[in-house]
């Protein structure tokens, strides 16, 4: 095994460790004592590769982030990529909530904007193709960045209230907004474009 891939396997320790760790107690409650005795690695070896369990909580979200976006590669629709992130947070309430505790409301925004940005761009392109218009680059980056923008902020809400609000409803709703939007605001660009 090479350095690097030596290198990659501690810190996916650590990373798992930690995520363990965030399901039993608050992320301002966890040591590196903890997170290293956990992976028979001592406290230097974690220093070696994290400043802090900050700095490992933001190289994990990476890491997530990249599995997402490799999972929405292989989606094609806003409803699948909102369903998708809806059961992430589901799935992984105790990291959304570590994330709310450490880094705040704003971090919770740009993970799931990061993620969402290029597949609500993908579903303004399809429609825009279904339409048979054609629309500038720069107001297709400007529409999809306020469906995002927008996106996130509700999914970052959502997260932090616990999901109290029915993830079909909500997921309903945000469908309603896109299928007759989207297409409603794409033909009258296009109309513009036009005179």
């Known amino acids: 095994m ?21 399901g039993r107690k608050m992320l301002s409650k966890i040591t590196v004592s903890e997170l290293a005795a956990a992976c028979n690695v001592n406290r230097k070896t974690f220093y070696y590769h994290f400043q802090d369990i900050y700095s490992l909580l933001k190289w994990m979200l990476e890491q997530e982030s990249a599995e997402v976006k490799n999972t929405f590669g292989q989606i094609v629709s806003a409803e699948d990529a909102l369903r998708f992130t809806m059961d992430y947070v589901g799935k992984n309430k105790h990291i959304i909530n570590g994330i709310l505790d450490s880094m705040g409301h704003e971090e919770i925004k740009q ?21 048979g218009v054609t629309v500038e ?14 996106s996130a902020d ?42």
Request: glycine share 2%; hydrophobic share 40%; with cysteine.
């Open 2 to 22: 090479t350095n690097e891939e030596l290198s990659l396997k501690t810190k996916q320790s650590l990373a798992s460790a930690l995520k363990d760790a965030m």
């Open 111 to 131: 993970f799931f904007y990061n993620d969402l940005f290029s597949v609500i761009y993908k579903a303004i392109e399809h429609e825009e193709q279904k339409l």
């Open 137 to 150: 680059e720069q107001f297709k980056n400007f529409l999809a960045g306020f469906y995002t923008k927008s």
């Open 154 to 195: 509700f999914l970052s809400d959502w997260a932090a209230s616990q999901q109290t609000q029915d993830k079909e409803k909500m997921l309903q709703n945000f469908l309603s907004i896109f299928q007759v939007s989207i297409p409603a605001i794409l033909k009258a660009n296009d109309c513009q474009r036009l005179l």
